[in-house]
């Protein structure tokens, strides 16, 4: 079976490129010209029950997921998230007036956080899966891309990294009532980071959310700037509490555990100092982990002066 992105690239990715499309298939989001000042930005994603959330996720939890992960994706282009549809595949069985009252609340946290407005969408019966289209808003010119990258940029990224593969391993291995509540939170409650994003516009030279795994999505930023990067496995962030509960393995989900939801982005040297700046007075939460280095045949990473494996990259839906 092909790769996911080997499959987009061959089945989808040249149904793009119509009028007005600005960039299409490939990065976090697609950006649409319009005919005012701003692009328009489209992104989706879908969560399969028992794939992006184990069946013991409450209602509440499903929602607040779902729309922060698709933000994420909107936060990736430095953009503003405005408007979002929701296709909802539900057993019969499941959607009593109680589960579904607890997922429009949970919907609607996170709409009223960031000044989402629900315009539509799609309701089926079937096994639980829930889709859901992001449209927000970027000046032109001003959407952080995953292919800006050059060689000399540091790399960098915000937030901690290995909670969510922790938090992963905690609800499916031990039920959710042994859970850190800061795994918890972190699984069901990303935080996107939108206000990052927003920040790092006209400085940022790539962008992308940290989705399936640091090091793959690292590696789309190489593959689309083509160029490597070189990273420090002692620079990772990487919160104490994972560090004292999982010795063995809070690096290594760190480097390729999945549902992070942080932005790894590259700064060219000169804006560095500026963004360095902000993060010693507080007002960013980032940290420099490697620097971009120039391209081989492969794009490849590496970690500690050690070529990366493709093997430990991080997740594909179809090659897993
Ligand atoms: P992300 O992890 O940021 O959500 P993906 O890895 O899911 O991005 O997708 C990579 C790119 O391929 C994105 O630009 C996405 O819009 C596009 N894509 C994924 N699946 C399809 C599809 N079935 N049809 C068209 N485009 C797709
Ligand atoms: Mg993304």
Known sequence: MASEFTLISKYFKNLTGQRAVALGIGDDAALINTTSAQRLVVATDSLVEGIHFPSCANAEQIAT??????????????????????????????ASSQWLEAFSRGLATVAKEYDLALVGGDTTAGPLTISITLLGEVPVDGALLRSGASVGDSIYVTGTLGDGAAALAEITDNGATEVSKRLLDRFYNPQPQVQIGLKLR??????????????????HICQASEVCAEISSQQLPIHPELKTNYPEQSVVWALSGGDDYQLCFTLPQQLSHKVDQWIEAGELDATMVGHIVAADDKHAILLDGNPVTTAIRGYDHFSN
């Open 65 to 94: 997921r779902a729309l922060c992960v698709n933000l994420s994706d909107i936060a990736a282009m430095g953009a503003t998230p405005k408007w979002f549809t929701l296709a909802l595949t539900i057993p019969p069985e499941t």
């Open 202 to 219: 006209s400085l940022a030279s790539a962008c992308i959310d940290i989705s399936d795994g640091f090091l793959a999505d690292l590696g």
